[in-house]
């Protein structure tokens, strides 16, 4: 079931990926809508709301979360739920910045409120913010026996995760169909990394190398 949903997302961002490389109008009357849509109160509390949860996502955080996940996971001896998250999160760059170069896509011709450079589709951001929450709502929910603390926190994880989303949007550095790219991209390879994942992690508990 896993690989099934990502194969699907995975071609649905190689059908994306083609429509913003080679017809990339067909794609402006969604974009301007949710572009408009989002932008169209840019308060000053609103900008700093957004600029403070896109570095979730981003350079400034993501280490420090993966330090401080590292650590407890060490100490505990997740070592299988350690690999999967540091790992999935440190491929998710490499492979954006190898995307980005292929598709070419140039940023929003609007103002930017934050500065970045380089291509935008995919949004590294959104990959990247699906992926390391995404790993610790698998991870956490999976440790947990109360139902009611699982929905919560899949909940609150998933509106942070659509929170970086729009932040990049609002911010005028990516299209929507850069975050709908980076979020099928991430998507995609969680999915089909997860059974690898519970598979490892089910033979060392058995085998004791972990807890």
């Not at 979730?56 to 999967?84: D, H, N, Q, S």
């Amino acid at each position: 079931m896993y690989q099934l949903g990502a194969s699907f997302g995975l071609i649905l961002f190689v059908i994306l990926g083609y429509v913003v490389k080679f017809y990339p109008h067909v794609l402006s009357g969604f974009d301007d809508k949710v572009q408009g849509a989002i932008r169209c109160e840019m308060l000053e509390a609103l900008t700093v709301f957004f600029k403070f949860v896109t570095h979730f996502a981003g350079f400034v955080y993501v280490p420090v979360i993966l330090v401080v996940f590292t650590a407890f996971f060490l100490i505990k001896k997740w070592y299988a739920e350690l690999i999967f998250l540091v790992g999935n999160v440190a491929v998710m760059p490499v492979l954006v910045h190898i995307l980005k170069g292929i598709y070419g896509r140039s940023r929003p011709s609007v103002v930017h409120l934050v500065v970045e450079y380089g291509f935008s589709f995919p949004s590294g951001h959104a990959a990247t913010g699906l992926m390391v929450y995404g790993c610790l709502m698998v991870l956490i929910c999976q440790r947990l026996h109360s139902s009611s603390i699982k929905w919560l926190i899949r909940v609150l994880l998933t509106i942070f995760i659509v929170l970086i989303g729009i932040s990049r949007v609002y911010l005028g550095v990516h299209y929507p169909s850069d975050i709908l790219g980076g979020w099928l991209l991430s998507g995609s390879l969680l999915l089909l990394g997860y059974p690898i994942y519970d598979e490892w992690r089910f033979k060392w508990r058995f085998k004791g190398v972990q807890k």
